[in-house]
């Protein structure tokens, strides 16, 4: 029979950290896609957080284009 060879501590350590990364990208990667999935299936209307901030952003342009146009 073959023996395993065991790995250096350093060697071992390198590869658990490795797949503890790959572990973690993998779950943000998977919560990332919940959150488009999420956000693809609301049709309705928006939240009234976005619906204020779109409004403030609205405010904000035409202030901008009011001040431009009349220099």
Do not use: C, H
């Not at 993998?26 to 919940?34: A, G, I, S, V, Y």
């Not at 403030?56 to 220099?71: F, N």
């Amino acid at each position: 029979m073959t023996e395993k060879k065991r790995l250096p501590p350093w060697e071992e350590a390198k590869l658990v950290f490795k797949m503890q990364e790959e572990t973690r990208k993998r779950k943000l990667l998977e919560e990332d896609m919940q959150r488009r999935i999420g956000r693809a299936k609301r049709v309705g209307p928006n939240t009234s957080d976005e619906l204020e901030e779109n409004r403030k952003r609205l405010r904000a342009l035409q202030e901008r284009i009011e001040q431009e146009d009349y220099p």
